[in-house]
């Protein structure tokens, strides 16, 4: 499978990946300015958000990127990842550290971290609201819970109607997979649409399994040498994100060999989505002085 994709401009390769609560068209505020800044900007829905189906069966997240990236001539590129996407950009370039320039990694997860208990709270909420039929309910719990003070009505909106959207293509997949009479394979971080959800953005209620953001099963991940990654690399956070994603972004500085640090006093869970403008020349003065220089 190929991700279902946007690709534009030309010059230096940026990759952006999603968060669990949205789909690519997260990605709207900084596309344009992105391209327009002299990079070739790809992004692509994961598996079972936007337009790429969920699937049953295996698979493997990391090869779903590269071989993307394969499919469009990109041999290198600097990967922006939010959330579930910081999380999928660091397995990605641990596996191919050769292949990535630059890492921007926005409230990102980390591969192996035991949820807090507040999370796994918080995960067991929104479970109960999805095993109860209520999707608005879960949908507004995670706009509450991801965004912070400084979105306006209309990002909230967006991002409903993103979570609203992947819920429905998980949960049906999910269904489908159940009326085939097709058990889902187990293997780590096999779970549920729920689960997945809240496992993808939270780390929540059944986070324990280290899951993957789509409906499907992900494949066993080798282990993670996130010391071989020598790209450049910037860990965001957010002050009013919960504290476990507060704390990867301080850890990620120590585990990266050529990362920093840097906590926003105003964000939220999503900063590209609650001040895009501020975060679009965050990622642009980020590369530049990682020397992904953009195209004249």
Avoid at 65 to 76: A, K
Avoid at 96 to 112: K, N
Avoid at 197 to 203: G, R
Avoid at 262 to 273: R, Y
Wanted: charged fraction near 25%; aromatic fraction near 4%; proline fraction near 5%.
């Amino acid at each position: 499978m190929i991700l279902s994709h946007d690709a534009a401009g030309s010059g230096p390769a940026l990759v952006l990946l999603h968060s669990g609560v949205c789909d690519r068209r997260m990605w709207d505020p900084q596309w344009e300015a992105l391209r327009a800044g002299g990079y070739r900007v790809v992004r692509a829905d994961l598996r079972g958000f936007g337009e790429t189906p969920a699937e049953a069966g295996d698979y493997d997240p990391v090869a779903d990127v590269w071989r993307l990236l394969d499919s469009l001539g990109i041999e290198r590129a600097a990967l922006i990842g939010a959330s579930y996407g910081g999380k999928l950009a660091l397995a990605a370039a641990a596996r191919h550290p050769e292949r990535v320039t630059a890492l921007a990694l926005l409230a990102s997860g980390l591969p192996g971290r035991a949820p807090s208990a507040e999370l796994r709270a918080w995960g067991a909420r929104e479970d109960a609201l999805l095993n109860a039929g209520d999707l608005d309910g879960a949908v507004a719990l995670n706009v509450d819970t991801w965004l912070g003070p400084d979105a306006t009505a209309e990002t909230r909106a967006a991002v409903a109607d993103m979570q609203r959207h992947a819920f429905r293509v998980q949960l049906a997949a999910e269904a489908a997979a159940e009326a085939d009479g097709s058990d889902r394979p187990e293997a780590d971080g096999s779970q549920g649409a729920n689960e997945v959800h809240a496992a993808d953005e939270s780390q929540g209620a059944d986070a324990a399994q280290e899951a993957d953001a789509a409906p499907e099963t992900p494949q066993a991940a080798p282990e993670f040498d996130l010391s071989g990654i020598a790209a450049p690399a910037l860990a965001v956070a957010g002050a009013h994100d919960f504290a476990d994603h507060r704390e990867i972004a301080v850890d990620l500085a120590g585990l990266l060999p050529n990362a920093r640090h840097l906590e926003l006093g105003w964000a939220g869970h999503l900063p590209s989505l609650e001040r895009p403008e501020e975060v679009t020349a965050l990622l642009l003065d980020f590369l530049t002085e990682a020397g992904v220089t953009a195209r004249a």
